[in-house]
Each structure stands twice: as C-alpha cells, then as structure tokens.
T-cell receptor, first 115, second 111 residues
Framework: DTGVSQDPRHKITKRGQNVTFRCDPI?????LYWYRQTLGQGPEFLTY????????KSRLLSDRFSAERPKGSFSTLEIQRTEQGDSAMYLC?????????????FGPGTRLTVL | QQQVKQSPQSLIVQKGGIPIINCAYE??????FPWYQQFPGKGPALLIA?????SEKKEGRFTISFNKSAKQFSLHIMDSQPGDSATYFC??????????FGTGTSLTVIP
C-alpha cells in the first residue's frame, strides 16, 4: 500500500498524559499536513511542512502541541498534558506541491480519546 | 468564521436519484475546490476537484458545477447507489495552502 499511513489508529489516554502520533506520507511528497476532526465537523488545519520546514501553524495549535518532520519524510505530532478537549481524529495528509497542483491525500487518521 | 459554508447537513435519496450538495465561499483568492468522501472511521478520500477557470467538471458519476460570480459550487452524484452513503465534504484553498473544509453532508441512499 503506497498511501498515507498513520500510527496508531486508536489511542486512549488519561488526562495529563503525553501522546505522540506518527504519519508516513506518500513517498516523494514534499508537503505534509496535520488536521484535526471532531465528530460531525470537517477537518481543521493544524500545521504543515514543506520537506523538513514547518511553514505554517494554526492558532488551534496551542503550545502543548508540537510537530516535527526531521528528515523531510515521516512526521510526528506530540500533545503534552492532554485534556479532554483534545479528543478527536487527527488526520495527516500529503501532497507533491508544484505550481498549479494542490491535491492532498489523507491517511486513515488516529482517533484519540482522553479520559 | 466558517470560510466555506456547506448545505444541507443531511440528505436522503432513493437509489438512482441525484443528490446535490452545495457550498459557498467568500475568499476570492481561493483557487482550488475539492470534494472528499468519508466513511465512518476512515480518512477523507479525494473524489473530484475543480479550479475557477472552468464551470463544470465530470468524473464518472460525480459532477462539480462551479459558479465563480456567485462564489458557489456544488457536487452532483448521478445514479446514486447505496454504496455512496457517506459523509461528503467540500473544501477550498489558496495556491499550495491549507484546505478550509465545509461542515459536511451526511448522505443516505435508500435501496
């Protein structure tokens, strides 16, 4: 399977714990995006990378959230001191960005439940 | 502020019907308008996308109609099937940028 993969698919944690999610984009895709989706809503943008550079962060991304893409391939999203309001589906998407192209392909998501 | 407004919230059609889902936007800098299909517990899957220089695009049973002056676009699903039952999201973006998604439409196709 050469699509976007995410790990884990499900994570249950207690309030106050730290969690880390991983995303492996489609190979050779230079852009990687993180979105958050709550029940009954569309995905909301969190942050994105071009290669290893983090180019934009949403105001939704509080200082408890940090994302990295150290070698321009896979990415990790860490949430520190989780809160119940962090419960959501965390989606990763990747694209090969060039002028005139913006197709983003999504992974299956990581469902986070904070108890 | 919702950048992309989507309606209806839910839709029920008979098999073979043509459900239509509508989206509206305000930012004229948007230049890419995709539609995604999402099944429960899965990530969104790209269905079809359009740019503002064309008024209609068709791929299989899916058609996007785009009205640049009204800042509206819609998805039509021809000959709908029970397997099309899913949540559909429209989105919009500026060149190479993040997507702004609508709130989604839950479609049910009755056999």
């Amino acid at each position: 399977d050469t699509g976007v993969s995410q790990d884990p698919r499900h994570k249950i944690t207690k309030r106050g714990q730290n969690v880390t999610f991983r995303c492996d984009p489609i190979s050779e895709h230079n852009r990687l995006y993180w979105y958050r989706q709550t029940l009954g809503q569309g995905p909301e943008f969190l942050t994105y990378f071009q290669n290893e550079a983090q180019l934009e962060k949403s105001r939704l991304l509080s200082d408890r959230f940090s994302a990295e893409r150290p070698k321009g391939s896979f990415s990790t999203l860490e949430i520190q001191r989780t809160e119940q309001g962090d419960s959501a589906m965390y989606l990763c998407a990747s694209s090969f960005w060039r002028e005139g192209s913006n197709e983003q392909f999504f992974g299956p998501g990581t469902r986070l439940t904070v108890l | 502020q919702q950048q992309v407004k989507q309606s209806p919230q839910s839709l029920i059609v008979q098999k073979g019907g043509i459900p239509i889902i509508n989206c509206a936007y305000e930012n004229t800098a948007f230049d890419y308008f995709p539609w995604y299909q999402q099944f429960p517990g899965k990530g969104p899957a790209l269905l079809i996308a359009i740019r503002p220089d064309v008024s209609e695009k068709k791929e299989g049973r899916f058609t996007i109609s785009f009205n640049k002056s009204a800042k509206q676009f819609s998805l039509h699903i021809m000959d709908s099937q029970p397997g099309d039952s899913a949540t559909y999201f429209c989105a919009a973006s500026m060149p190479g940028n993040q997507f702004y998604f609508g709130t989604g439409t839950s479609l049910t196709v009755i056999p």
